[in-house]
T-cell receptor
Framework: DTGVSQDPRHKITKRGQNVTFRCDPI?????LYWYRQTLGQGPEFLTYFQNEAQLEKSRLLSDRFSAERPKGSFSTLEIQRTEQGDSAMYLCASSPKQGEETQYFGPGTRLLVL | AQSVTQLDSHVSVSEGTPVLLRCNYSSSYSPSLFWYVQHPNKGLQLLLKYTSAATLVKGINGFEAEFKKSETSFHLTKPSAHMSDAAEYFCVVSESMNRDDKIIFGKGTRLHILP
């Protein structure tokens, strides 16, 4: 399968703990996006990368959130000092290049903060 | 500023009858428009997209959508619903400006198929 993959698929953690999610985009896709989806809502944009450069961060991304894409391939999203409000599905998507708007989504990581 | 409104949070149709999922958008530029489908416990899948070519766009699984600039609409239709169509559908608008491909999702419409 050469689609976007995410790991883990599910994560349960206690409030205050740190968590890290990984996303592997489709090979040679330059752009990588992170979204958050809560129940009953559409995905909300968090941040995106063009290769290794993080080009935009949403206001939804508080200081407790950080994302990296060090080699322009896979990306990690870390949440520090998790809060119950962080419980959501975290989606990753990739697209081939700037101007190619079609984004290909991974299955998501479902986070539950107790 | 761009936005997208899905007019119905839930739609129920009987199997074999037509499907209509409504979407209106606003955009400062010539937008690209998409419909994605999300089945339970599965990733978002692209159904179809409009990118300023033909206004009637055909997608997978018999779905199609028509871009109507005068009505700022991009409704999704299918002539005959199948049980496997039951899922959440998202209308998406994207403006590609300079280096920023901003993408905005609607809140989704859950499609229920009645036997």
């Amino acid at each position: 399968d050469t689609g976007v993959s995410q790991d883990p698929r599910h994560k349960i953690t206690k409030r205050g703990q740190n968590v890290t999610f990984r996303c592997d985009p489709i090979s040679e896709h330059n752009r990588l996006y992170w979204y958050r989806q809560t129940l009953g809502q559409g995905p909300e944009f968090l941040t995106y990368f063009q290769n290794e450069a993080q080009l935009e961060k949403s206001r939804l991304l508080s200081d407790r959130f950080s994302a990296e894409r060090p080699k322009g391939s896979f990306s990690t999203l870390e949440i520090q000092r998790t809060e119950q409000g962080d419980s959501a599905m975290y989606l990753c998507a990739s697209s081939p290049k700037q101007g190619e708007e079609t984004q290909y989504f991974g299955p998501g990581t479902r986070l539950l903060v107790l | 500023a761009q936005s997208v409104t899905q007019l119905d949070s839930h739609v129920s149709v009987s199997e074999g009858t037509p499907v209509l999922l409504r979407c209106n958008y606003s955009s400062s530029y010539s937008p690209s428009l998409f419909w994605y489908v999300q089945h339970p416990n599965k990733g978002l899948q692209l159904l179809l997209k409009y990118t300023s070519a033909a206004t009637l766009v055909k997608g997978i699984n018999g779905f199609e959508a028509e871009f109507k600039k005068s009505e700022t609409s991009f409704h999704l239709t299918k002539p005959s619903a199948h049980m496997s169509d039951a899922a959440e559908y998202f209308c998406v608008v994207s403006e590609s400006m300079n280096r920023d491909d901003k993408i905005i999702f609607g809140k989704g419409t859950r499609l229920h198929i009645l036997p």
